[in-house]
């Protein structure tokens, strides 16, 4: 018998992958979580029936949310995570000798002990003695942060349900705040190119630049997400991601990585058309 993942990534397109068990179903607080064995990709995790995280692909995701920013900035010591409960971003940010201290929010516990059981891969360092994890709404906790982070990664889910605060003016005001003078802020950004995300990219690039400077998009290829073309944010108060990378530097340190490189990091700032449209408030028609 096949059984098949489905997932809806429009009303008219759907995403599937053949999987040979499902590993874990439960109902937490916030969301329903289910794990899922496939032979192309291994285990994998969704949150109300949408794909977060496979063990074939996740490299592409976590290497670009955390080594664009620190190839900017090298020296930053302390960083705020927020989502980012399978513990992905949390992997390679201990990888910099230099980072003192990680604070990992995540609004739903289920999933950092599922990550644990079923996706030891990504949630491999979350024990790490730098690691602080907090159990609560992320916009609530930045809230009383002031001056406080080098880095804040908001590596969340879509903007609905447990996510939905996470893209919101406020939000991203409370995080300019919670940065420190040098602060740069990296957010999950959504796909361009199907219209009800490309929406809410539009929304939070629009709201981010409110407030920082400094607001620029960056995109790389993510074949489990809708479309396979996804974007980050990167925001900051003093940063330019391309005037300021720091090539050398970072190269210097060694670090073997999959999917990241000096090259790709300015190449990915060069963005299509359609895209230069959709962040400038337009349709591009």
């Avoid at 995790?45 to 977060?52: A, C, E, H, Q």
């Avoid at 080594?67 to 390679?92: F, K």
């Avoid at 940010?93 to 516990?109: A, F, M, N, P, T």
Wanted: charge should be negative; proline fraction near 4%.
């Amino acid at each position: 018998m096949d059984l098949w993942y489905k997932e809806q990534h429009t009303k008219d397109v759907q995403f599937s992958i053949r999987v040979e068990k499902q590993l874990f179903t439960a109902r937490s607080e916030f969301q329903r979580i289910d794990v899922f064995y496939s032979e192309e990709f291994g285990r994998f995790m969704s949150l109300d029936g949408l794909m977060m995280v496979t063990e074939k692909d996740e490299f592409i995701y976590h290497e670009m949310i955390v080594h664009v920013p620190m190839a900017v900035n090298p020296a930053i010591q302390n960083v705020l995570v927020v989502g980012g409960g399978d513990g992905g971003a949390v992997r390679e940010l201990v990888r910099y000798d230099g980072i003192q201290k990680i604070d990992l929010v995540e609004i739903d516990q289920m999933v950092v002990d599922t990550c644990r059981k079923y996706l030891p891969q990504t949630a491999c360092k979350l024990d790490d003695p730098r690691v602080s994890i907090f159990y609560e709404n992320g916009l609530r906790f930045v809230r009383s942060c002031e001056n406080k982070y080098d880095l804040i990664i908001v590596d969340s889910t879509d903007p609905f349900g447990p996510g939905e605060g996470l893209f919101t003016k406020e939000f991203y005001g409370n995080c300019y705040h919670a940065l420190t003078k040098d602060g740069i802020l990296v957010n999950q950004h959504e796909t361009p190119y199907y219209q009800d995300y490309a929406r809410s990219m539009q929304l939070a690039h629009q709201r981010i630049q409110t407030f920082f400077p400094i607001c620029k998009v960056y995109q790389f290829h993510m074949p489990t997400y809708p479309s396979g073309h996804w974007l980050f944010g990167f925001a900051s108060k003093t940063y330019d991601p391309i005037e300021h990378l720091d090539a050398e530097r970072w190269n210097a340190l060694g670090l073997k990585t999959r999917y990241y490189n000096t090259e790709l990091h300015r190449g990915c700032f060069a963005l299509p058309n359609y895209v230069k449209d959709l962040l400038e408030g337009n349709d591009g028609q």
